[in-house]
């Protein structure tokens, strides 16, 4: 394979061939310690126009608002390294000033490895703003989308420059204010190897044709992303610890009912357990009775417990999933379990619609129980920041492994959904985010943002032609049932729009079967109806596929 053709999904022992000469050498890394950022500011005044700026932080932990920075590294050359410390710039003033007009000057690129994070404790610490800046996290993360590869800088040194970077050191700058030799060594080869990462790196770009995404979307997002995080969101305490006692109170009650129901049904198992002093009753006390039967609550959480369940009360399962719980699979030997269990002569529906009930409320009370304890409880403590009392998630730029965003620490792009979760009937959860005042949130959504896009790809004369309708997923749907746009049912355009949407990112039969709650092959003819209404885009998905089936990936 020439070398400029090479991609990232290298085959198991293969060694990567590099775009761009490995300039690295550990031995001519130098570094000069600077106490007073008296070499800063001579550094700062011999920058020029076109100068490459290498940056990299060493902090005493990850939270801008409640660490310190301990170690600026900067470098031109990627050899030279300056190490400054810390605090030297938190005060206002000259060096300061000199320091930020670098940073948020065009004439300077910056190179760091996960910018965002320095970005957000440059920000906070020394007040500084950011332009022309390249990520080399970023970067690798558009180089890695969809397959299991590590952007850490550890990984990328070790991958591209062949060096393996000591985690012991790193580990010592946590919590930690006094700065020791081999630190400061660590923190130089932090800086070199981020240097010598960024022309390998910005080759591939080019090679994988990926330049116009890193330059026009992803390179100026991710100053944005790191403003995000810092500034935060407001949250309404009294709200959320309402919401928490109304919440744990419903949630109990529908345990202990759904328990109550098991042990009708025979479904769980009796456990023997001590009684503590004061439960004995007189009459157990008078007899001696120490241990009592007991039915054993069933942990909805636990995926063993609830398959266990099911497949007593007439399933055949395998797994607790959402998708499996929404459309439980049964054969006649599931089923004829049942009857032993429930020790009743129930026909096959009268099996089902007592086992179905059971399932979807095992469903019910999962997502009652993760919005307490994923949502509700974390965003009154863990999730609260100490120092701004607002909640700060970090917002991952190119996070999943189509590319797209994902969320963490909390997770705000699953906010629970009182009608789709059916978590609390009536209430709003995004009522606990609150705009501070003299302000309010504005809310806004692409409209079908990437059939546009899908459109776009594949060129179907078709789906362009419905883009251009008032109702996108109804004029699909009249495609796809063929008949007028006034004739399509509610549930024809749903079945467009969950096809189009769950098809384009690789479902099929079965999950869209799942979804829409219809047979498999009810569901299958919808995607059959859906491909010869749409015959280029079943082309270019085709495509895809078997460039994904010969290659190990596709490119779209």
Not at 265 to 291: I, S
Request: proline share 4%; aromatic share 8%; net charge negative.
């Amino acid at each position: 394979m020439s070398i400029l053709t090479q991609h990232h999904n290298l085959t198991k022992g293969e060694k990567r061939r590099l775009p761009y000469p490995n300039n690295f050498k550990e031995s001519k890394v130098l570094w000069e310690w600077d106490e007073d950022g008296d070499l800063l500011h001579a550094f700062l005044l011999g920058l020029k126009a076109g100068n490459n700026i290498c940056i990299d932080l060493e902090t005493t932990g990850l939270d801008p608002y409640t660490s310190e920075i301990t170690i600026m590294g900067i470098s031109k050359n990627g050899f030279d390294v300056l190490l400054v410390r810390g605090a030297v710039l938190t005060a206002s003033g000259p060096l300061q000033d000199l320091f930020n007009h670098s940073m948020q000057s065009a004439d300077f690129r910056k190179i760091m490895h996960n910018a965002k994070f320095d970005m957000k404790f440059m920000a906070r610490h020394y007040g500084s703003e950011f332009a022309n800046v390249d990520c080399t996290y970023v970067m690798r993360r558009e180089l890695v989308c969809g397959l299991e590869h590590s952007a850490s800088l550890a990984a990328c040194s070790y991958e591209y420059l062949g060096y393996e970077m000591s985690k012991e050191i790193r580990d010592t700058f946590i919590g930690n204010t006094v700065i020791t030799e081999p630190m400061k060594e660590y923190a130089a080869i932090d800086v070199s190897t981020t240097w010598h990462l960024f022309p390998i790196l910005n080759a591939y770009i080019d090679i994988e044709q990926l330049r116009d995404l890193h330059d026009n979307i992803e390179r100026d997002c991710t100053w944005v992303v790191a403003k995000m995080e810092l500034e935060g969101i407001d949250i309404d305490a009294p709200f959320l610890k309402v919401l928490e006692v109304d919440m744990v109170h419903k949630t109990d009650n529908e345990q202990a009912e759904l328990d109550a129901t098991l042990r009708i049904l025979n479904a769980v198992p009796k456990v023997e357990r001590k009684l503590k002093k004061y439960e004995a009753t007189p009459d157990q006390e008078r007899r001696g009775v120490t241990h009592v039967l007991e039915y054993k609550q069933l942990n909805v959480n636990s995926s063993k417990q609830v398959v266990d369940m099911l497949n007593k009360i007439g399933f055949d399962m395998k797994s607790s999933s959402g998708a499996a719980l929404e459309t439980p699979k049964y054969t006649a030997t599931s089923l004829n379990i049942a009857r032993e269990t429930f020790r009743r002569d129930l026909t096959d529906a009268g099996i089902l619609e007592v086992s179905l009930d059971i399932a979807l409320r095992i469903a019910a009370l999962r997502k009652s129980y993760k919005a307490i304890n994923s949502f509700i409880i974390p965003l009154q403590d863990k999730f609260t920041n100490p120092v701004t009392g607002r909640v700060h998630a970090s917002f991952n730029q190119m996070g999943t492994g189509t590319g797209r965003f994902s969320c963490s620490e909390p997770n705000l792009q699953q906010i629970p959904n009182p009608v789709k979760d059916k978590v609390y009937d009536g209430v709003t959860f995004k009522k606990a985010f609150i705009a501070p005042p003299g302000t309010q949130f504005i809310v806004y959504d692409y409209s079908a943002c990437e059939l546009r896009i899908l459109a776009e790809m594949c060129a179907d004369a078709n789906l362009i032609n419905s883009l251009l309708q008032p109702d996108i997923h109804k004029a699909n749907a009249a495609l796809m049932y063929e008949k007028a746009l006034e004739l399509v049912t509610k549930i024809e355009r749903e079945a467009a729009k969950t096809a189009f949407y769950l098809t384009v990112y690789g479902g099929g039969a079965q999950r869209l079967a799942a979804v829409l709650k219809i047979p498999v092959p009810d569901a299958q003819a919808i995607i059959d109806r859906m491909f010869m209404a749409f015959p280029d885009l079943a082309d270019w998905i085709n495509v895809r596929r078997q460039m994904a089936i010969q290659y190990g990936y596709s490119v779209s």
